[in-house]
């Protein structure tokens, strides 16, 4: 039997020694002083050890206290390496593999190829709405149950739809999770229903011919500032999101060539996108040019040089030509082009294309990428000459 002042007095030799406490128990003092408490036992006729803990931290005491509880193990025919190591891997469920854990890496693993805004907007759901209550959760354990209250949390404060956001993200991090071992299946499959249906809001558009014409008329009289007026002029001619449209560079363009390229960085999808430019286009970036060509963006804000104009300016413009905004929005020019050139029987992949609406097949979009631009390039020309027509038609009717 071992004592303290044994244990403590006990001095290392060149080779690892033991000291024997019984039923099991010794002491290993390594070369190097250290001294580890090991129990040793048989099962299946086999000799095994388990460490119980380095001296002083686990004092005589507590190292028998352990050790009578590997024998009990070993009495019930339970390998007390094997409750190690499965107390061990409970211990991970409970810290590396809970739902704050799995989120955090599938956010790390998946955000670098969405757009900023995406990106911050998941983000802000994970922190206010998900983790908070789900976070200490092991993500193997989370039931659909648990899943639904949280929804319905961020449900009750009146919203809908970031509850239905909030579901989609927890179902990825779920299948995240599955995919690399720590889950077994995905609860928010279990909730499909379980949410308020989705009313449908579309952006408000004009689509009418003669109130086109009335739009682009009232736009060529715009009194505000000169950037603003381009952008507001530019916007219905590219069609493109006003994000897009705000923060277009100089680089980005070649006038030559009448293109745009507007980089995957900046695009909704991810995908490099070609946005032909008509005369029209044409005219009110050069005309623009000798403004704003000698700093890096296309529509600066009047306070600073390096950002672009806001993303209400030119929703502010349309409010002060008197249109409200249940009428039109900036992102309503997309509406009114797609609405339009459909009824005007253009091909619908081409208009898609160039809407910039995702592809979820690759082999499709690469076809469509490869085919459709000369198509695109007529039919954005095509586009501009119809606004001034409508322009035109309206001006006259007006004289009459």
Request: proline share 5%; with cysteine; aromatic share 8%.
């Amino acid at each position: 039997m071992l004592t303290k002042f044994l244990i403590e007095n006990a001095k290392p030799d060149a080779k690892p020694r033991r000291l024997s406490d019984g039923r099991g128990l010794y002491l290993e003092i390594a070369p190097s002083g250290g001294k580890w408490w090991r129990f040793k036992y048989r099962l299946a006729g086999k000799e095994r050890r388990i460490s119980l803990g380095v001296y002083p931290d686990v004092g005589l005491a507590e190292a028998r206290e352990r050790r009578e509880q590997a024998r009990k193990h070993v009495a019930a025919g339970l390998d007390p390496g094997q409750q190690r190591r499965a107390e061990k891997l409970a211990l991970a469920e409970r810290t590396e593999n809970t739902f704050a854990a799995v989120a955090q890496e599938w956010f790390g693993l998946f955000s670098p190829k969405w757009v900023e805004t995406h990106a911050t907007k998941v983000l802000g759901r994970l922190e206010n709405d998900l983790v908070p209550w789900l976070g200490a959760r092991p993500v193997r354990d989370i039931t659909a149950p648990e899943v639904l209250s949280v929804l319905r949390r961020i449900a009750s404060r009146g919203a809908d739809e970031t509850a239905r956001r909030a579901l989609q993200d927890c179902g990825r991090v779920f299948r995240y999770a599955i995919a690399s071992g720590r889950a077994d299946r995905d609860p928010t499959r279990d909730l499909a229903g379980a949410l308020a249906p989705r009313f449908v809001v579309h952006l408000p558009s004009i689509t009418e011919p003669k109130a086109v014409g009335a739009l682009m008329r009232a736009i060529d009289d715009y009194q505000g500032t000169f950037v603003t007026r381009c952008a507001l002029r530019l916007a219905p001619l590219v069609f493109t999101r006003p994000g897009e449209l705000r923060k277009a560079e100089w680089a980005e363009f070649d006038l030559e060539k009448a293109e745009w390229r507007i980089p995957a960085a900046r695009m909704k999808m991810r995908e490099q996108h070609i946005v032909p430019l008509s005369t029209q286009a044409l005219a009110i970036l050069r005309e623009l040019q000798p403004l704003t060509g000698r700093f890096q963006l296309v529509f600066p804000s009047v306070r600073s040089r390096v950002r672009p104009i806001s993303d209400n300016t030119v929703n502010a413009a349309l409010r002060r030509l008197g249109y409200a905004r249940d009428e039109i929005t900036g992102h309503g020019f997309r509406s009114m082009a797609s609405t339009l050139l459909n009824e005007q029987g253009w091909n619908r992949d081409a208009i898609e294309r160039q809407l910039a609406h995702g592809e979820r097949d690759a082999v499709r979009a690469a076809y469509n990428y490869a085919e459709h631009l000369p198509e695109r390039r007529r039919m954005m020309q095509a586009w501009a000459d119809y606004l001034d027509k409508l322009k035109s038609e309206t001006s006259r009717a007006k004289a009459a």
